[in-house]
Structure formats: C-alpha cells, structure tokens
C-alpha cells in the first residue's frame, strides 16, 4: 500500500499566486489532516475533515481553503500565495474509530 | 485546550548512552499522547502511543514511554542510542476520536547521537 501520498514534493510561488496542494490515502480512512511545519514551531493544524463532506479549520487556517472531494482525496488550496505561507505540508489520514493519525511524505513550498 | 511543552530543542548524546526526551502535557480531558520521529526530509512516524491502557508504552526501535500522571508527563527512553537514531522527535496530545482526534504538537527535539 502507498498509505498517504502528496503532490507535489517541492513548489516554489511567487507572492499571489495560487496553487493546490493534493493528497489521497488508500487506507480508507474518514478523517483527513492538513499541517504546517515550521523551524521552532512543530506541526500545526491548518484543517481537517472529520469525514467525507466535512471540513473544519484548525489552529491556522487564514489564507487556506480545502475541498474534501471525496473519501480518499483532500486538497489544500492556497487563492493568493505569501511569504508566510513558506513552510513544509503535511497531510495525514486516520481511520474511524481509531486514535493514530498516518503522514505523508510533505510537501516543501516556497513563497518568493 | 491542549498543550504539549518539549523541554531541549536540541539532545545530544553518545552512541550507547541513555535517551531521555522530556514531553510535558496540559489536557482538560484524559489525553492520547503520542511519539513521532521525522528523519531529514520524512514524513513522521509513529514510535509510540498511550490510550489510557498499560501507562509503560514500549514502541519501535526499542524505544519507551511512561504515562505518569501526576507529573502530566509523557517522556521518551531508549538505553542505549544508536547512530541511526538521529532525527526530530515530536510529543504530540489529542482530544479523542468524538473530537476530531486533532493533535497538537509540541516544538520537537532534535536528537543528535555523537560517536
């Protein structure tokens, strides 16, 4: 199994683009994450989707979007790309009733 | 509200010595604490879990963990550190699955094993 996969590994914006980030698992899982990594910082919660037709936001959700376009695919959509949004994005899935999230690989973006 | 202090951003230790990563917690409700590791330019891995069963969690790579509550503690142990355990470890806290199951991570601990 590939477990959660992202796209792309590596972006680099200029300041107000846009672009999308993409995941999918194939575990089945319901519940799917969007984090940031920074230097100092850990992992913070950008959105999640509790299951499929859901989305929350999280800790930091300014200047995101998401879709949950169905079980195995959750997208992070950045509509006007800035500096501050250079960080390292995870996404992660967990199963129904189950307490452990999975990562995928990240991908590195870059907001000149 | 949750929270997860990591004390040391940076450990470094010698090949064969004792591993101890401090991990200390606030949770208004009975916590999941997780370990994860992130080698350079991974993703992150579980090591470990505590849901409130055993509160001596052993996990991957011969690491282990102990739930001690009245410390609101959660740290990481190896005995004997090896080179190939170089890498960022994350002490993480979740509410439970009826919550959305969201982690918060605390800042990391970058382990580095000197020979």
């Known amino acids: 199994n590939a477990g959660v996969t992202q796209t792309p590994k590596f972006q680099v914006l200029k300041t107000g683009q846009s672009m999308t980030l993409q995941c999918a698992q194939d575990m089945n899982h319901n519940s799917m994450y969007w984090y940031r990594q920074d230097p100092g910082m850990g992992l913070r919660l950008i959105y999640y989707?509790?299951?499929?037709?859901?989305?929350d936001k999280g800790e930091v959700p300014n200047g995101y979007n998401v879709s949950r376009l169905n079980k195995r695919e959750f997208s992070l959509r950045l509509e006007s790309a800035a500096p501050s949004q250079t960080s390292v994005y995870f996404c992660?899935?967990?199963?129904?009733?189950?307490?452990?999230?999975?990562f995928g690989p990240g991908t590195r973006l870059t907001v000149l | 509200a949750q929270s997860v202090t990591q004390l040391g951003s940076h450990v470094s230790v010698s090949e064969g010595a004792l591993v101890l990563l401090r991990c200390n917690y606030s949770s208004s409700v009975p916590p999941y604490l997780f370990w994860y590791v992130q080698y350079p330019n991974q993703g992150l891995q579980l090591l470990l879990k505590?849901?409130?069963?055993?509160?001596l969690v052993k996990g991957i790579n011969g690491f282990e963990a102990e739930f001690k509550k009245s410390e609101t503690s959660f740290h990481l142990t190896k005995p004997s550190a090896h080179m190939s355990d170089a890498a960022e470890y994350f002490c993480?806290?979740?509410?439970?699955?009826?919550?959305?199951?969201?982690?918060?991570f605390g800042t990391g601990t970058q382990l580095k094993v000197e020979l």
């Open positions: 993480a806290v979740s509410d439970r699955p009826g919550g959305g199951n969201k982690l918060t």
């Open positions: 505590y849901t409130s069963a055993a509160t």
């Open positions: 992660a899935s967990r199963g129904l009733a189950a307490d452990t999230q999975y």
């Open positions: 989707s509790a299951s499929e037709g859901t989305t």
